[in-house]
C-alpha cells in the first residue's frame, strides 16, 4: 500500500511538472473520489457555514487527497476537518507533501465547483405569498429529471469499437425512451445536433468555462427541448433534451444503439487549447451522479409543449445570469 502511494504521487509530479511559465496548465486528471468522500465532505462543508471557522468542500478533499495519493474516501475527509478546525493552515498539516495541495485544489475545483454554493427556490409563505427562500448546498441537479427512473453502473474506460477502438468517456444512464434530460448546472449550450458516435447530442459550457457537459443518444425525431438554441444560456434544471438510441451513423436521426440511454460526459478544460485536441480531459462521472442523484428537478409539459420546472430557481452566485426560456 504504502508503495503504491509514492508511485501515485511519482505520477502526479510527472502530469503538474513546474509550477512557472505560460504553459503551466494541468495536463491530465485521475479523478478517484468516492461518493462517501463527496457526501461526507459536503455535509461538513454545510454545517462549517455556520460556525466560526467554514470550510469549503474543495479544501477538505485537496487535504484528503494529498494524504492518500489521490484515492479520496470518507474518513480522510473527516480527519481533514477535524485537522482544519484546530486553525492550522493545509501547508501547516501537511509539510512536503504540500506541493500537492495546488494541484489537487484546482483539479477538484474544476470538476466539482459549479455544483455547491448559494442558491433559492421560489416557495409560497405562511400567507400563500411567493418568496424566494434562500439556502446554501447541492445546487446542481441530476441530468435526469425527477420522477423519472433510470440505472448506471462504473462504466467509464470499457472499450468501445465503432470508427475506432477507444474508450468509453462518460456514464452511461439506462431509462426510457423521451426521459426529459436536464442541464447539470447553468452555462452556456456550444454544441448541438448530430454527431456519428453520440447521435443528437447537447454540449453545455459552465459559466466559469471550466466544464464542458455533453449529453448524448438523444431521441430521435425529437431530441431537443423546444427552442433550444446554440448560443443559449440555460440553467441549472431545465429540460435540454430527451433521452433516446441516437447514434453511431453518419446519416443524422438514426437509431443504431441498441440500448436506450443518456451518455452523461464532462469534460475538464483548464487552457482553452485542450477543448478540442488529442490530449483532453474526461473524467469519471460515476460517483458525481450518485451524489447529484439526490438533487433532481421536478418538470412538467406546458400546453404549448414547452417543459417548465415545477420550482423556479434561481443561482445566487450567478449574479449576472439572465433567465432562460423554459424556466
Avoid at 501547508?91 to 474544476?110: C, P, R, T, V
Avoid at 425527477?146 to 467509464?156: K, L, Q, T
Avoid at 438554441?229 to 444503439?257: C, K, P, W
Avoid at 440500448?259 to 460515476?286: A, M, P, R
Wanted: aromatic content about 12%; some cysteine; hydrophobic content about 40%.
Amino acid at each position: 500500500m504504502r508503495r503504491r502511494f509514492f508511485i501515485m504521487i511519482l505520477i502526479l509530479a510527472l502530469l503538474v511538472g513546474p509550477v512557472h511559465g505560460a504553459e503551466d496548465y494541468i495536463k491530465w486528471v485521475d479523478f478517484n473520489v468516492s461518493y462517501e468522500a463527496m457526501d461526507k465532505a459536503l455535509a461538513l462543508d454545510i454545517r462549517s457555514q455556520e460556525q466560526d471557522m467554514p470550510v469549503s468542500w474543495i479544501d477538505l478533499l485537496a487535504l484528503a487527497a494529498c494524504r492518500t495519493g489521490g484515492k479520496v474516501t470518507g474518513k480522510p475527509v473527516e480527519q481533514a476537518y477535524q485537522d482544519l478546525q484546530t486553525g492550522q493552515s493545509p501547508q501547516e498539516l501537511l509539510g512536503e507533501l504540500f506541493k500537492y495541495y495546488s494541484y489537487y485544489h484546482q483539479a477538484y475545483d474544476a470538476a466539482l465547483g459549479g455544483l455547491v454554493g448559494n442558491y433559492a427556490i421560489l416557495v409560497e409563505d405562511d400567507r400563500g405569498e411567493k418568496i424566494w427562500k434562500a439556502s446554501y448546498g447541492l445546487k446542481a441537479f441530476s441530468p435526469i429529471a425527477a420522477g423519472y427512473g433510470y440505472s448506471h453502473c462504473d462504466d467509464f474506460g470499457v472499450g468501445r469499437s465503432y470508427g475506432f477502438a477507444r474508450k468509453h468517456l462518460g456514464n452511461d444512464l439506462m431509462g426510457a425512451l423521451g426521459t426529459p434530460i436536464v442541464a447539470v448546472e447553468a452555462g452556456t449550450v456550444e454544441a448541438m445536433g448530430w454527431n456519428q458516435y453520440g447521435g443528437w447530442r447537447v454540449g453545455i459550457r459552465s459559466l466559469d468555462h471550466r466544464r464542458y457537459y455533453y449529453y448524448a443518444h438523444l431521441q430521435k425525431d425529437t431530441p431537443f427541448a423546444p427552442g433550444l438554441q446554440e448560443g443559449d444560456l440555460v440553467q441549472a434544471g431545465q429540460v435540454i433534451g430527451f433521452m433516446g438510441r441516437t447514434g453511431y451513423s453518419t446519416h443524422e436521426n438514426v437509431n443504431n444503439i441498441e440500448t436506450v440511454h443518456l451518455h452523461f460526459g464532462l469534460e475538464l478544460i483548464f487552457d482553452e487549447s485542450q477543448k478540442e485536441c488529442n490530449s483532453e480531459i474526461w473524467i469519471d462521472v460515476y460517483q458525481i451522479v450518485r451524489l447529484l442523484s439526490r438533487h433532481r428537478s421536478s418538470v412538467v409539459k406546458a400546453a404549448d409543449g414547452t417543459w417548465q420546472r415545477v420550482y423556479a430557481y434561481r443561482d445566487l452566485d450567478a449574479e449576472d445570469w439572465e433567465c432562460p426560456q423554459g424556466s
